[in-house]
């Protein structure tokens, strides 16, 4: 449990349960819309949003390759 693993990427789920919990309480429309889960739901994405914690535990050991404008800037393999 080394420090910059468990306030960083071990702890991002609980971070953002504590930020959308009120919002899923109240039934917000984004947190219950059947159109956002069908976006977020798409396989072609590079960011698996069914596995929020393994992406972001991906980033932190330097595994997850972004898409798109930042291609640019991220050294070649």
Do not use: C
């Not at 468990?6 to 947190?31: L, S």
């Not at 956002?36 to 330097?62: Q, Y």
């Amino acid at each position: 449990n080394y420090p910059n693993y468990a306030m960083n990427v071990g702890h991002q789920g609980e971070y953002a349960a504590i930020g959308g919990a009120a919002h899923i309480a109240r039934g917000d429309a984004w947190t219950l819309s059947p159109l956002m889960k069908i976006t977020f739901a798409d396989p072609s994405l590079k960011f698996d949003f069914s596995e929020i914690r393994r992406e972001f535990a991906k980033g932190a050991i330097r595994e997850f390759m972004p898409a798109g404008e930042r291609s640019l800037i991220i050294p070649a393999r």
